[in-house]
């Protein structure tokens, strides 16, 4: 019995992973939702373009064939990948800019157009990701430092899986501190609260709105980055990505931030649990919870009534 | 029938569509084109109309319909292997198995809409994918199921081949007339008054006794039961059923058509969707390999600037030349955008 629970330990930690990173995809989706009031169905094909550029900053296969870029692809892998860290979160930001832009003509029509028009997206980021970079997998190197494993009793770790976890819970401390501790979180969670009375209150919504879709768009691609070497890099993966993002939602309620993180460590540990025991179907498990959570509880665990009235 | 009976069943645009599609095989390769193509674009019709029965009518948007299609041509494949290699029977054993499946998921899913709604048929279609793809001693996996005949038509006393592109044609032709015929009537009988209700207001509908759940139930059902048809056919077309037809992406792509052919606004929407999109296939096909992301970005434009679509501009159009004098109105009337 011990050793069935001692064994469940790998899974557990890439549960929490898994969970954490879910939880950061999920907030930049629930912020969008809360100012602009769109379902984003193209936020997991941000996550995707995320991890794809990181792949093109880190070099090897993915890098760009240009000679003034073979010097940066000379420095050490930590560096690299820092600079990977920031600047591939940037540039989907501003994809994410030029999206809020073409959302502006839905808002206050019906919720369906928003829908359409992030639908319609998400296949063209699709498409555009495989005449870029082609229909193969990626892999996103890694630095020496956080690849490889350690032996904890008779079980392997994951160097990276704790990595992954440190990381994403250091990103949610840190939003947690911008949305409640400074007068720029006050004023996004003001706008989600009600955005006209941001309005009336002299600020400039149309600047918040493109501020605030660029902010989740780079959260989804920094989740990306970071659950790239865990999923793999595939043009596909986005669809993958919007689901956990969506049931994570439900779950925790829109607007509630620990709700958030809580449903996403849920999710997380779902999946990882199926990916330990039946390997195969670990994806799937992602849509049956959708399908459970959305028949049995789609207030929420909270209760409240739900702001995806859509 | 006394002439206003006639004119329930029948109008001008639907005429000229069976005009057009009814001689397409004699003049498609005069104009460069070949006779496969005329079969493609009749079996997306009939797809598209049914998912048009749901986006447009019902305002439910299925974004996971691409995996009904698949059934139906996986279950015309194993009727027809399994059970008997009759066209009829097999034909009828996709659609019962689709219509069954399909009325699996609408009894999940009827009572939501919206984003609940989407999402939730993609969950289901995304299941349908996996099942598809795994289970491989039924489907074929990754493979598909080969070696799917076109079967003879069988009418008792006659066989008729339908080996030929041209045959087969005409049996899609047919399904495309019944079809049509059956649903202008369904959208237009008090049963359709109903869906254009829960489009508008599904609150509404149930204050005022009726079930919509069961409605959507039906509807969905219905919608599923025909692209079981189309997958069918599309089947025979391709003489094999492939996973990649109930891929997410499929599924997408008829949304596209649909709205970019004026779904919301025209029962014949989803018709100049699926010609705008296949002649764009193969002419901006043959320039570039990234026609498809040029087609979706037609799409992201149709959705900011018209949604209505390529029948909203046909409006447009009219109004402006003074012939009808309303602007657009997103109402399930007909317009006068025929088949062409």
Not at chain 2, 302 to 323: H, N, S, Y
Request: proline letters at 4%.
């Amino acid at each position: 019995m011990v050793d069935f629970f001692l064994g469940l330990l790998p899974h557990l930690l890439n549960g929490v992973a898994l969970g954490l990173l879910f939880a950061l995809l999920s907030l930049g989706f629930m912020l969008i939702i809360g100012v602009m009031e769109v379902i984003n169905l193209a936020h997991g094909s941000l996550f995707a373009l995320g991890a794809y550029f990181a792949v093109m900053l880190m070099g090897q296969d993915g890098g760009l064939p240009f000679a003034f870029m073979q010097a940066y692809y000379d420095l050490p892998a930590i560096p690299r990948y820092i600079i990977a860290l920031i600047v591939a979160p940037a540039l989907v930001a501003v994809v994410g800019m030029g999206l809020e832009i073409c959302l502006r003509r839905t808002y206050g029509k019906d919720p369906l157009y928003g829908l359409l028009l992030t639908f319609g997206a998400a296949l063209v980021l699709e498409e555009i990701i495989r005449e870029i970079w082609g229909p193969a997998e990626y892999f996103l190197p890694l630095p020496k430092a956080i690849r490889g494993g350690f032996f904890f009793g008779d079980m392997i770790y994951s160097n990276y899986r704790i990595f992954a976890a440190v990381f994403a819970m250091a990103m949610i401390g840190l939003l947690w501190a911008f949305l409640n501790r400074t007068p720029y979180g006050a004023v996004i969670k003001a706008g989600a609260h009600d955005s006209e009375m941001v309005r009336v209150l002299g600020y400039n919504l149309s600047r918040l709105r493109l501020f605030v879709f660029a902010f989740g768009a780079a959260l989804a691609a920094i989740a990306g980055i970071v659950m790239a070497p865990i999923w793999g890099v595939r043009p596909h993966v986005g669809v993958d990505a919007v689901i956990p993002a969506f049931v994570v939602i439900v779950l925790g309620g829109v607007g509630s931030f620990w709700g958030a993180v809580s449903a996403g460590l849920l999710v997380g540990m779902v999946v990882a649990l199926t990916a330990a025991f039946l390997t195969e179907w670990s994806l799937l498990s992602m849509y049956l919870l959708l399908l459970v959570v959305v028949t049995f509880r789609s207030r929420g665990f909270a209760g409240k009534a739900s702001a995806l009235k859509a | 029938m006394d002439p206003q009976g006639i004119k329930n069943w029948f109008t001008a645009p639907m005429l000229v569509s069976f005009l057009v599609f009814g001689t397409m095989p004699f003049w498609i390769e005069a104009i460069g084109l070949y006779q496969y193509l005329g079969l493609e674009v009749m079996i997306w019709v009939i797809f598209a109309l049914a998912v048009n029965l749901l986006l447009g009518y019902t305002g439910l948007p299925s974004f996971g319909h691409g995996a009904f299609l698949g059934i139906g041509a996986y279950a015309f494949g194993l009727t027809q292997f399994n059970v008997a290699a009759n066209l009829w029977i097999s034909l009828l054993g996709a659609v019962a198995v689709t219509a069954v499946l399909g009325g699996l998921v609408a009894a999940f899913i009827s009572h939501r809409r919206g984003i609940y709604f989407a999402l939730m048929t993609i969950a289901c279609a995304q299941i349908f994918f996996f099942i598809a793809s795994k289970w491989t001693d039924v489907t074929g996996g990754e493979d598909g199921l080969l070696n799917i005949a076109r079967l003879p038509i069988d009418l008792g006393l006659a066989e008729i081949s339908i080996k030929s592109n041209f045959n087969l044609y005409y049996l899609c032709f047919a399904a495309y007339v019944i079809i049509v015929a059956g649903m202008w009537r369904l959208v237009h009988s008090p049963f359709g008054k109903v869906i254009s209700a829960i489009k508008q207001n599904d609150s509404r509908v149930a204050f005022l006794g009726y079930n919509v759940w069961l409605y959507k139930w039906l509807i969905f059902t219905l919608s599923c039961a025909v692209s079981g048809l189309a997958g069918a056919l599309f089947a025979m077309a391709q003489e094999g059923a492939y996973i990649n037809i109930m891929s997410l992406q499929w599924s997408g792509i008829v949304i596209l058509i649909v709205l970019i052919g004026g779904g919301f606004i025209s029962f014949w929407g989803p018709v100049l969707g699926v010609i705008f999109y296949f002649l764009a296939r193969d002419i901006l096909g043959a320039y570039t390999e990234a026609w498809l992301l040029w087609f979706g970005l037609t799409f992201m434009v149709m959705v900011m600037f018209k949604p209505e679509g390529l029948a909203g501009i046909w409006q447009d159009g009219q109004a402006m030349f003074g012939r009808r004098k309303a602007a657009v109105e997103p109402c399930p009337e007909p317009n006068h955008a025929g088949g062409d």
